[in-house]
């Protein structure tokens, strides 16, 4: 049995196909989805967990890029350079997972890594370029 989490970004025209619900009922895949921001019309991030003997998440994945989803697997870290940062507050503006959040009374940014899904949306989003990706 394998289990990893993934991120599956919608394209704005998706057909609205019960995807997760064929991963479960088709495949036999564990779904469990961890965070969702999903709205008609617009790009749609999906991030979930799927537990499956691998062959069968071989399947699985197969059949959701066939539906033209993007699926990235989250084995990378982000990082910024704390140090740097003028807390402008432009990243955590697209940081949909709630990663980068600005302290209501400080203004100050704060990162908690557990919740990155590692979309990348912050690397653009930075003017001062301080988020770097480590591939492990
Ligand atoms: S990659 Fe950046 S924008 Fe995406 S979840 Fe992580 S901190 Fe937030
Ligand atoms: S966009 Fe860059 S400078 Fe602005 S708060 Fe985020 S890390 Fe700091």
Same mark, same amino acid.
């Given at each position: 049995?394998?289990?990893?989490?993934?991120?599956?970004?919608?394209?704005?025209?998706?057909?609205?196909?019960?995807?997760?619900?064929?991963?479960?009922?088709?495949?036999?895949?564990?779904?469990?989805?961890?965070?969702?921001?999903?709205?008609?019309?617009?790009?749609?991030?999906?991030?979930?967990?799927?537990?499956?003997? *691998?062959?069968?998440?071989?399947?699985? !994945?197969?059949?959701? &890029?066939?539906?033209?989803?993007?699926?990235?697997?989250? %084995? $990378?870290?982000?990082?910024?350079?704390?140090?740097?940062?003028?807390?402008?507050?432009?990243?955590? *503006?697209?940081?949909?997972?709630?990663? !980068?959040?600005?302290? &209501?009374?400080?203004?100050?940014?704060?990162?908690?890594? %557990? $919740?990155?899904?590692?979309?990348?949306?912050?690397?653009?989003?930075?003017?001062?370029?301080?988020?770097?990706?480590?591939?492990?």
């Amino acid at each position: 049995m394998t289990s990893k989490r993934f991120v599956l970004t919608f394209p704005p025209d998706a057909t609205g196909e019960p995807i997760t619900y064929n991963l479960i009922k088709k495949f036999d895949i564990m779904v469990n989805i961890v965070k969702a921001d999903v709205s008609p019309g617009k790009i749609g991030h999906l991030v979930m967990e799927m537990s499956a003997p *691998a062959k069968v998440l071989k399947e699985g !994945l197969e059949y959701i &890029r066939q539906k033209n989803v993007e699926c990235e697997p989250i %084995d $990378k870290k982000i990082h910024y350079r704390e140090d740097l940062c003028i807390h402008c507050g432009a990243c955590s *503006a697209v940081c949909f997972a709630g990663a !980068l959040t600005m302290g &209501r009374k400080t203004a100050e940014l704060s990162f908690d890594p %557990d $919740k990155c899904v590692v979309c990348e949306l912050c690397l653009k989003s930075c003017p001062l370029n301080l988020f770097s990706i480590d591939i492990g």
